[in-house]
């Protein structure tokens, strides 16, 4: 199994028109005169431009996300007759709104964060076309954000099942159980998304320093992050006798490599996670970021300053790490034992 084939140019904005918002029942009449069904020219032009700065901004995934919504949107557009360049903010007023009143198939609304997500594609699609002089106005400008609540991760691993889950991956010596220690150990170690897991090269690690070099992460931005003694020992183990069992002939450039030498696919690291949960006897539902969002918080609880944990993780801005300082109804407890008077 080969890597990934290279994508060609465009590959993102191929086939988003067709994608519609079946959920969005326009109430308004149209405006324009646009009753084709079918987008103009110049538009799809746009919106093929955007496509390819989104390509150089982001990773290939959330590119495609994003143009999936802005599918959506022109869809609305359509609907309603609006041609993208003649967008008042009257009309994303209205498309909020039908955001709003937007059912799923269960008939419950969609979340806050799902809303606000159609619109912060949206204003990003406007910013650019203004920024780069195809409007003469940004129409999206006025239009906030809905309020979104600031939640903790629902799951968060204590230690011992950390150690647990650890431990459950170091009993067997075959090549496949030396690459999934690695990469557990990988992930607590160093809080790293699992598709910044799976792009890592051999030459991205160096154990004996213990640092990992991840290149164009989330926001396509390098960083260094620090290995444990134990991750650096893990990789060692599998560079030496894991990987080169498991690659066998294939000529892969990734570290961590899939069972017949492949690409690493989120979905097949996914699965090793919850395969080392289960034996390990963790009943929670665990998964790649779950132990992201653990290390953060057992940093956190250990005195690390969040500044560090902020860099470790990659966040762009502080706000997203800032989740993990909230008080954790375990240490709560703790003080109420130690503090209150009838608390034992």
Same mark, same amino acid.
């Given at each position: ?39 103009? =020219?110049?538009?799809?032009? @746009? ?39 003649? =967008?008042?903010?009257?009309?994303? @007023? ?119 070099? =991840?290149? @164009? ?32 002939? =294939? ?39 779950? @132990? ?53």
């Amino acid at each position: 199994m080969n890597p990934p084939p290279a994508k060609t140019r465009h590959s993102v904005v191929a086939g988003f028109f067709s994608k519609g918002v079946n959920e969005l029942t326009p109430n308004s009449p149209p405006r324009h005169e646009n009753q084709q069904g079918s987008l103009s =020219v110049r538009t799809k032009r @746009l919106v093929r431009l955007y496509g390819d700065a989104l390509e150089v901004r982001f990773a290939e995934r959330t590119a495609r996300e994003y143009m999936a919504l802005v599918g959506s949107f022109l869809a609305w557009l359509d609907a309603h007759g609006i041609d993208l360049v003649a =967008v008042r903010t009257d009309d994303l @007023l209205a498309y909020q709104s039908d955001l709003y009143a937007a059912r799923k198939k269960d008939g419950r609304p969609y979340a806050i964060a799902s809303q606000a997500q159609y619109l912060i594609v949206v204003k990003s699609l406007f910013r650019f076309l203004y920024r780069r002089n195809y409007l003469m106005q940004d129409p999206a400008a006025p239009i906030d954000l809905p309020r979104q609540e600031e939640r903790l991760p629902r799951v968060i691993l204590t230690k011992e099942e950390v150690l647990r889950l650890l431990g459950a991956a170091s009993k067997a010596t075959t090549p496949r159980s030396l690459r999934d220690r690695a990469v557990l150990e990988t992930f607590y170690a160093t809080g790293i998304r699992v598709s910044e897991l799976a792009k890592l090269t051999p030459y991205d690690v160096d154990t004996e320093e213990r640092i990992v070099r =991840v290149l @164009l992460g989330k926001g396509r931005k390098d960083r260094h992050v620090p290995l444990t003694r134990a991750a650096a020992a893990a990789i060692d183990q599998y560079l030496g006798k894991g990987r080169p069992a498991i690659v066998g002939s =294939v000529k892969s450039p990734y570290l961590f490599v899939a069972d017949r030498g492949g690409y690493f696919h989120r979905g097949q690291v996914s699965a090793i996670v919850r395969h080392y949960a289960k034996k390990a006897g963790i009943r929670k539902r665990v998964t790649c970021h779950t @132990l992201r969002h653990s290390v953060a918080t057992h940093l956190l609880k250990g005195g690390a300053d969040i500044r560090h944990i902020q860099v470790l993780l990659g966040h762009t801005s502080l706000r997203s790490t800032e989740r993990y300082t909230r008080v954790e109804l375990s240490d709560l407890k703790d003080v109420i034992r130690r503090a209150h008077p009838r608390g034992r």
